[in-house]
């Protein structure tokens, strides 16, 4: 009796453990399985991901390319851009570089040129002060011997004086008729200065240059300080012009410039010297008579007639 329930006791015992291994081991294999499961999502997951990943990476890769193809067309096109500004700029600079040599060489040609005149002025210079001297000393020369003629003229006049009240009255009287540039100008003694002036030029214009000379010499006896005396003493170089005596026309024109320096015939006075002297032969004296015209009265028209015979001397 008493094995039988023992023996139960052990098979239930048995079984109760075999079903809790079972248990255990359905667990163990369910969680195996869970664990299979999980797995393989896991793997799919990460799949999924890993291509997902490929596929950014991909992306990325080309908007790189794309990036850098742009990069290098845009680089490109501006170093074309920047080797094209310093190509130009090398042949802007060639050509700055010429000009400057240019201008240095017409600075350097400039310099020589201001140089050569500076020294041409200063020979000029010194070559008019030796023709001014010249002219002074000459005139010097020329204001003696006229001085000369005038003692010698007076001495002579003197001596026919004396001769004239040793002779006849008939013969005294017709002396005078013989030389008419002596006679006094009719009517002359009650004439104003303006009025004996205007007479005895127009004698001038009427070519009666003898009568005329005379008429202006008696003007300057009568009316030393009259404001016509300069104009006076000019005419009288002007009649010397007209009988070609040259020589004695300078020393007239000069008492217009040296006794009358504020006339206004003084500009023509040193043109009709320069003429005169022209005419007498003497080319050097003519230029510089010339020159002082054009030199100390530029705007008149004295200086643009001495221009015109200046250009035809030289």
């Known amino acids: 009796m008493f094995p039988y329930p023992t023996f139960n006791l052990h098979l239930h015992s048995t079984r109760k453990a075999m079903?809790?291994?079972?248990?255990?081991?359905?667990?163990?294999?369910?969680?195996?399985?869970?664990?299979?499961?999980?797995?393989?999502q896991d793997m799919l997951n990460l799949n999924d991901q890993y291509v997902s990943l490929n596929k950014r990476i991909s992306t990325l890769e080309q908007s790189?390319?794309?990036?850098?193809?742009?990069?290098?067309?845009?680089?490109?096109?501006?170093?074309?851009?920047?080797?094209?500004?310093?190509?130009?700029?090398?042949?802007?600079?060639?050509?700055?570089?010429?000009?400057?040599?240019?201008?240095?060489?017409?600075?350097?040609?400039?310099?020589?040129?201001?140089?050569?005149?500076?020294?041409?002025?200063?020979?000029?210079?010194d070559n008019m002060k030796a023709q001014v001297a010249d002219l002074n000393m000459?005139?010097?020369?020329?204001?003696?011997?006229?001085?000369?003629?005038?003692?010698?003229?007076?001495?002579?006049?003197?001596?026919?004086?004396?001769?004239?009240?040793?002779?006849?009255?008939?013969?005294?009287?017709?002396?005078?008729?013989s030389n008419p540039s002596a006679m006094p100008v009719a009517g002359s003694d009650n004439l104003s200065d303006k009025d004996l002036y205007n007479h005895t030029l127009d004698l001038f214009k009427e070519g009666k240059t003898d009568e005329a000379f005379k008429g202006f010499k008696s003007f300057l006896e009568k009316f030393p300080k009259s404001?016509?005396?300069?104009?006076?003493?000019?005419w009288i170089g002007e009649c010397h012009m007209?009988?070609?005596?040259?020589?004695?026309?300078?020393?007239?024109?000069q008492d217009v410039i040296k006794n009358y320096s504020s006339n206004n015939k003084v500009p023509n006075a040193i043109l009709r010297q320069g003429v005169a002297a022209e005419l007498y032969g003497d080319k050097k004296l003519a230029r510089a008579l010339y020159k002082k015209v054009i030199e100390k009265f530029p705007t008149t028209a004295e200086a643009k007639t001495a221009k015109e015979r200046l250009a035809k001397l030289d």
């Not at 009988?243 to 300078?250: E, G, R, S, V």
């Open 19 to 40: 079903i809790h291994i079972c248990r255990v081991l359905i667990g163990i294999a369910l969680v195996l399985i869970f664990s299979a499961c999980a797995q393989n």
């Open 64 to 125: 790189q390319g794309h990036m850098e193809t742009k990069l290098g067309s845009d680089l490109e096109a501006r170093l074309k851009v920047i080797y094209a500004t310093q190509a130009e700029l090398r042949l802007e600079m060639d050509r700055l570089k010429a000009e400057i040599n240019k201008l240095t060489g017409r600075v350097e040609d400039n310099d020589n040129l201001i140089k050569r005149t500076f020294e041409k002025d200063l020979t000029g210079q």
């Open 138 to 177: 000459r005139i010097k020369e020329m204001d003696k011997a006229i001085k000369n003629v005038e003692e010698n003229l007076r001495a002579g006049l003197d001596a026919a004086g004396k001769t004239q009240t040793s002779q006849p009255a008939t013969t005294a009287s017709a002396a005078p008729a």
């Open 227 to 234: 404001e016509l005396a300069g104009n006076a003493q000019f």
């Open 242 to 253: 007209n009988k070609k005596q040259y020589d004695l026309a300078i020393l007239a024109y």
